[in-house]
């Protein structure tokens, strides 16, 4: 009975001491970022509402507490962007085929509040490349589709990290 109470009491120590080692070197959960005050309700005012970026911005700003405006009228901040995604060609077949493409995805951005700007247009950038076949054509297009995907999503992050420091 005593080792049970003795070893219920050494786990319970060694629990303690993780949490407070964790707490104490900056743990956080992954996707939550701590926005300044200003952050609480932006409006994203942009030409794609429905594009990967503007998708995963949105929800990353809900993770972190944020609740988005409807209209800009009732936003504390606007973020201001234009989102472009590219393709071109890296190489060709002997046939004059391509064979592997590259896709750019390029975001610039801003952010104003109470007429002022609080941060002035930056350029975020991600590409990537992949194989092509026509043989595989469906499946070469939803490669480029995660891709762009995946891009939109690496960008958004890279933005709501520049959000935090305002």
């Known amino acids: 009975m005593q ?8 786990t319970g120590c060694v629990a303690l001491a993780a949490a407070v080692l964790l707490v104490g070197c900056g743990f956080h959960l992954e996707g939550r970022t701590v926005l300044p005050a200003v952050m609480h309700r932006p409006y994203i005012e942009t030409s794609n509402q429905q594009s990967d970026f503007v998708q995963s911005l949105r929800r990353d700003l809900l993770i972190s507490g944020a609740r988005p405006a409807g209209d800009r009228a009732r936003a504390s901040a606007v973020i201001v962007v234009h989102a472009e995604v590219k393709r071109r060609v890296l190489s060709v077949s002997a046939a004059n085929r391509p ?3 590259e896709v750019r995805y390029t975001v610039r951005f801003s952010v104003t509040a109470g007429g002022k700007t609080l941060l002035p247009w930056q350029t ?11 043989n595989l054509l469906l499946a070469t297009e939803h490669e480029q589709s995660i891709l762009t995907g995946a891009m939109g999503r690496e960008l958004a992050d890279i933005v709501m990290r520049r959000l935090a420091t305002l």
């Open 3 to 10: 080792t049970a109470v003795l070893r219920l009491v050494s």
């Open 124 to 134: 975020v950038r991600a590409r990537r490349s992949y194989t092509f076949s026509e």
């Open 99 to 101: 064979t592997e493409y």
